[in-house]
C-alpha cells in the first residue's frame, strides 16, 4: 500500500511515518526536506501523478481548524480521486476537519488508520 503522507505542521508526521513503514506501507511525502512541495522542487514530480500513485493519502493535523499551506496535498489528493484519511500525531481522538472538507475526507485517531492499513494489507496478501 502507497500512501501519501503530509502534515499540518513540520515532522509533525514523523512518528506515524514510521508506523506506517512499520506495517509495509510505502510512504511517499508530499514535501522535501526543506519543506517545499515535491513537484515544485528543482526535479522534482508529484507521487500523485506517477503511474504507481499513493493508493491513500494521510494528513496529520494539529489542532488548526483551517489547513495549513504544508496540508495542501490534501487538496492535491481529492482532486486525483485518492481516499483521504485526517489523523493527530498522537492518540488524542480524531482530528479537528477543516470546514468544507466534512464530507470528503474520512477522520480517525491514529490506531484507527493503521488498523485500516493492517486490514488492506492482509486482503492484498
Do not use: N, Q, W, Y
Amino acid at each position: 500500500m502507497r500512501i501519501l503522507l503530509t502534515e499540518a505542521t513540520f515532522d509533525e508526521s514523523r512518528e506515524i511515518a514510521a508506523a506506517l513503514r512499520d506495517l509495509g506501507c510505502r510512504v511517499s511525502p508530499c514535501h522535501v526536506r526543506s519543506g517545499v512541495c515535491r513537484a515544485l522542487a528543482p526535479g522534482g514530480t508529484c507521487p500523485l501523478d506517477e503511474a504507481d500513485r499513493p493508493d491513500l493519502a494521510v494528513d496529520v493535523r494539529g489542532a488548526e481548524p483551517g489547513l495549513t499551506a504544508r496540508e495542501f496535498g490534501v487538496v492535491c489528493a481529492l482532486r486525483k480521486r485518492v481516499p483521504v484519511v485526517m489523523t493527530t500525531a498522537r492518540d488524542t481522538g480524531g482530528p479537528v476537519v477543516p470546514p468544507g472538507f466534512e464530507d470528503r475526507v474520512t477522520a480517525c485517531p491514529p490506531e484507527d488508520l493503521f488498523e485500516a492499513c493492517r486490514g488492506f494489507l492482509r486482503s492484498r496478501a
